[in-house]
T-cell receptor, first 113, second 112 residues
Framework: AQSVTQPDIHITVSEGASLELRCNYSYGATPYLFWYVQSPGQGLQLLLKYFSGDTLVQGIKGFEAEFKRSQSSFNLRKPSVHWSDAAEYFCAVGEGRDDKIIFGKGTRLHILP | DAGVIQSPRHEVTEMGQEVTLRCKPI?????LFWYRQTMMRGLELLIYFNNNVPIDDSGMPEDRFSAKMPNASFSTLKIQPSEPRDSAVYFCASSYLNYGYTFGSGTRLTVV
């Protein structure tokens, strides 16, 4: 069965610093991978997705993620965070194009001024 | 496109009352998902539909919960009777061929 692990419940970084949020998945074949962001009081918004091809994917708001099959990871990165990036971030994995996706527990990002 | 539209945004009801949450997915999307989010349990998939047909309802907590999708543009999630432990934010999401979900803004349900 699929599973997604986000090992960090909370992450705090200073504004302007770089960011990496970790995500590990468990799935036998090549998964469909996603990162979502949720601001307080809002629904989840898709940041980026990986289906196949180039293992480094670019998303909205300056985020990128790299798929590493050998490590079963899909970590999210941003070179310089802004105060507006404070939110909860969810990694998710899907089996196929018509199937459900499973969400991780989320990582809450705090930004220090 | 107006996105996924959920109503109401907030609902406060008394224990034992029936609650109906509504969702209008994005036109052209063929899958619809209902999620529940709480601090304790995170984001839980309750049920999902593909082409208006329920595919997996294993996440529906009890018989008190039911969901319908009578057509491609409308879905409801009903709780009858409601209980305080049902208090949560309920999200609806839609997708096309799992290219990524589009979430609604959610319904915050409080059962007192």
């Amino acid at each position: 069965a699929q599973s997604v692990t986000q090992p960090d419940i909370h992450i705090t970084v200073s504004e302007g610093a770089s960011l990496e949020l970790r995500c590990n998945y468990s799935y036998g074949a090549t998964p469909y991978l996603f990162w979502y962001v949720q601001s307080p009081g809002q629904g989840l918004q898709l940041l980026l997705k990986y289906f196949s091809g180039d293992t480094l994917v670019q998303g909205i708001k300056g985020f990128e993620a790299e798929f590493k099959r050998s490590q079963s990871s899909f970590n999210l990165r941003k070179p310089s965070v802004h105060w507006s990036d404070a939110a909860e971030y969810f990694c998710a994995v899907g089996e196929g194009r018509d199937d459900k996706i499973i969400f991780g527990k989320g990582t809450r990002l705090h930004i220090l001024p | 496109d107006a996105g996924v539209i959920q109503s109401p945004r907030h609902e406060v009801t008394e224990m034992g009352q029936e609650v109906t949450l509504r969702c209008k997915p994005i036109s052209g999307h063929n899958s619809l998902f209902w999620y529940r989010q709480t601090m304790m349990r995170g984001l839980e998939l309750l049920i999902y539909f593909n082409n208006n047909v329920p595919i997996d309802d294993s996440g529906m907590p009890e018989d008190r919960f039911s969901a319908k999708m009578p057509n491609a543009s409308f879905s409801t999630l009903k709780i009858q009777p409601s209980e305080p432990r049902d208090s949560a934010v309920y999200f609806c999401a839609s997708s096309y061929l799992n290219y990524g979900y589009t979430f609604g803004s959610g319904t915050r349900l409080t059962v007192v």
